[in-house]
């Protein structure tokens, strides 16, 4: 069943109104999301490959965790909701690191119109990647890279050897460089 998305304004006030999620990409409603962003003890970053069934940027490297926030649901209750969904993890909000909100508006040549505030975080991952379960229809696969390997793959959004979703070039850059400060 399609879900409703709460609708903000351009700077990210809540509107007080919801569509279906379809209806919000087609009309390009301003919408949250969350993102976590997830790294190990040497600072390997957690990448999941788009499926190959998406429609946007299919079988494309992106953040450890992403989704829409459903209507009336809570920032925090979507990242807890979202991991289990995606990878099976169970996680608390204390593990969660909110590194702020970030704007990302594009259009794509489907028509689709992504107009979303990526919620986003940083939180340990504590368990072996093999003991992930990915959702399939969201997740082709999961893999850790090091800081200077996403760096790389930073370097390389826009040219043919693109890997990453090539539309997130500063906002990868600013969770590296969150995940690097991390003490």
Known sequence: MEEYLDILTETGIPTGASALKSEVHQK?????????????????ILLSQRSAKKTICPLLWDVSVAGHIDAGESITSAALRETEEEIGLHISKEDLHKIGIFPCFQSYDSGLKDNEFHHSFLCKLKVDIDQLQRQEEEVEALKLVSLEEFQGFIDAIDTPNDHLVPSNKAYYQM?????????
Do not use: Q
């Open 28 to 44: 390009g409603f301003y919408h949250n999301t969350v993102h976590i962003w997830f790294y190990t003890d040497s600072k390997a």
């Open 175 to 183: 969770v590296l460089d969150a995940i690097k400060n991390i003490h």
